[in-house]
């Protein structure tokens, strides 16, 4: 077997999939999903939050360019913190799902711009004190749940049957 230079090993230790022809498919496939993951958590977040100011209208004087959560229900603004929740551990599913084989990575990425979007949302808007600890706690375990279940769901499809 012929010797490999330092700089072949090197690269295969770098990229484990060096050699193979499937890598950059592979590499795509993961940026596709993490890019759809982005876009179903913001989808999530924006239809729960969407039912919530429905189901709990503020009440009148509210004004949505200087907002005041006093003026908002209370259930309203759960239903931010459960869209907070959801939208993350959606995306971290989607993109594992489309970006196989599942990695915690395109994961990672939605629940640290999610985390940064609620932390934005937060500095902005005069927030409860509960919705900070769901803010700020949500985002990436949410997400890293998300990749739980794809590759619990890709290892099901993967298993041979039993029947």
């Known amino acids: 077997m012929p010797s490999r230079s330092a700089e ?12 193979h022809s499937s890598y950059p498919r592979a590499m795509a496939r993961r940026i596709l999903g993490t890019l759809l993951g982005i876009f179903v958590a913001g989808l999530v977040v ?11 209208p503020p009440d009148p004087g509210f004004d949505p360019a200087a907002p005041d959560l006093s003026l908002v229900p209370m259930g309203a603004i759960a239903m931010v913190a459960l869209a907070w929740v959801l939208g ?17 990575v395109p994961a990672l990425i939605i629940g640290g711009l999610f985390l940064a979007a609620d932390v934005a949302n937060l500095l902005m808007i ?3 004190p509960w919705l900070w600890v769901v803010g700020l706690v949500a985002p990436l375990p949410g ?16 298993a041979p049957s039993s029947d």
């Open 8 to 19: 072949t090993r090197i690269l295969t230790l770098a990229l484990p999939c060096e050699g």
């Open 46 to 56: 924006m239809v729960i939050e969407g039912l919530g100011s429905s189901a709990f």
């Open 88 to 104: 993350p551990i959606a995306g971290g599913l989607v993109a594992n799902l489309v970006g196989r084989p599942p990695g915690p």
């Open 126 to 128: 005069q927030s409860p």
């Open 143 to 158: 997400a890293w749940g998300g990749f739980a279940a794809a590759r619990s769901l890709q290892q099901r499809r993967a």
